[in-house]
């Protein structure tokens, strides 16, 4: 079964709006967790690093106040796309590691599109 | 900076048929090197990877890959493809001097591979 959960898979929002994207490890602790967006016929981008207790590490280009990062628990990350606007609309995937099995673990990924 | 390039948006193969699906990496150092699989509305599942050691890998669902350092090359390839490896199939390479634990992977634009019946 999945051992990382992203909800939802799928949103639909109106512009303007802040949409909230969240990972969860379910059976282990992840200090670190990964953010990608992922473009039709493209390559999936990291858009910043998460990790549990600070802040998190953007990859240059990626905007901190429009892509919020939050890691206050070792089992979960969530991404706030804010104040979303139609060229935010994309599919996001969250990993995670697992320190103990030295393994990298992905959601299943939001497909977000803005109105 | 590392990439990784998969030459090919699509490949298509009859089943039964051996498949090959192609990526070439360019990062400085020895790189760390995997293959993950997405099928519809699924995460991405790791298939194999290579960080050293043999140059064939082999991972799973009967995948391997071979690892060639003078090509910088690390495609996948399957004997016998079947329908239901129909999918999108990324590579990805991990350069290991990235920093302290840091698994930040670089990821090619994928491939997606159709199997036909």
């Known amino acids: 079964g999945a051992v990382v959960s992203q909800h939802p898979s799928r949103v639909i929002c109106k512009s303007g709006t802040s949409v909230k994207i969240e990972c969860r490890s379910l059976?282990?602790?992840?200090?670190?967790m990964f953010w990608y967006r992922q473009f039709p016929k493209q390559s999936l981008m990291l858009m910043a690093t998460?990790?549990?207790?600070?802040?998190?590490?953007?990859e240059q280009g990626v905007e901190k106040d429009k892509f919020l990062i939050n890691h206050a628990s070792l089992t979960l990350s969530t991404l706030t796309v804010t104040s979303a606007h139609p060229e935010d609309s994309s599919f996001y995937i969250c990993?995670?590691?697992?320190?103990?099995?030295?393994?990298?673990?992905f959601g299943s990924g939001t497909q977000l599109s803005v109105l | 900076a590392q990439s990784v390039a998969q030459p090919e948006d699509q490949v298509n193969v009859a089943e039964g048929n051996p498949l090959t699906v192609k990526c070439t990496y360019s990062?400085?150092?020895?790189?760390?090197l995997f293959w993950y699989v997405q099928y519809p509305n699924r995460g991405l599942q790791f298939l194999l990877k290579?960080?050293?050691?043999?140059?064939l890998v082999k991972g799973s669902y009967g995948f391997e890959a071979e690892f060639n350092k003078s090509q910088t090359s690390f495609h996948l390839k399957k004997p016998s493809a079947l329908v239901s490896d129909s999918a999108l199939y990324f590579c990805?390479?991990?350069?290991?001097?990235?920093?302290?634990?840091?698994?930040?992977?670089?990821f090619g634009k994928g491939t997606k591979l159709s199997v036909i019946p």
């Open positions: 990993s995670a590691r697992d320190e103990g099995r030295e393994k990298l673990f």
């Open positions: 059976d282990f602790q992840a200090t670190t």
């Open positions: 998460s990790n549990e207790g600070s802040k998190a590490t953007y």
């Open positions: 990062v400085s150092g020895n790189p760390y």
């Open positions: 290579y960080i050293t050691g043999d140059n």
């Open positions: 990805a390479v991990r350069d290991p001097y990235s920093g302290a634990g840091s698994y930040q992977l670089t």
